[in-house]
């Protein structure tokens, strides 16, 4: 599977940012697929987790309430909702594809996208 994220961009605090990632190359929907995140110096994080049907999600902390993963299989996508951006929500945003249903940390994923960057300035 190949995955491509896009939508990333320099927003103002508070604002919204809508990312998305394309995958291909096997049909995604046997797939979980998650986001992570990676600010300079940090380690990458996990952001959010979908099933391979959509029919359950998984948040880290910081994202609940702000943030919704969903997918469209029939697209072949998944997508990021982000609200309420923060200066510390600044990062490089990974997509990825797995086996394990909303799995929460990196191992579990097989396939990584590129990563897009967001910005969010105060």
């Known amino acids: 599977v190949q995955l491509q994220a896009s939508g990333g961009g320099l927003v103002r605090a508070g604002e919204s940012l809508t990312l998305s990632c394309a995958a291909s190359?096997?049909?995604?929907?046997?797939?979980?697929a998650a986001w992570f995140r990676q600010a300079p110096g940090t380690e990458r994080e996990f952001v959010a987790s979908i099933t391979w049907s959509g029919d359950a999600t998984s948040y880290g902390g910081y994202a609940k309430g702000r943030f919704t993963i969903s997918r469209d299989n029939a697209k072949n996508t998944v997508s990021l909702q982000m609200s309420s951006l923060k200066p510390e929500d600044t990062a490089v945003y990974y997509c990825?594809?797995?086996?394990?249903?909303?799995?929460?940390?990196?191992?579990?994923?097989?396939?990584w996208g590129q990563g897009t960057q967001v910005t969010v300035s105060s």
């Open positions: 990825s594809a797995g086996l394990v249903p909303v799995a929460t940390t990196e191992d579990m994923y097989i396939y």
């Open positions: 190359g096997r049909p995604f929907s046997d797939y979980a």
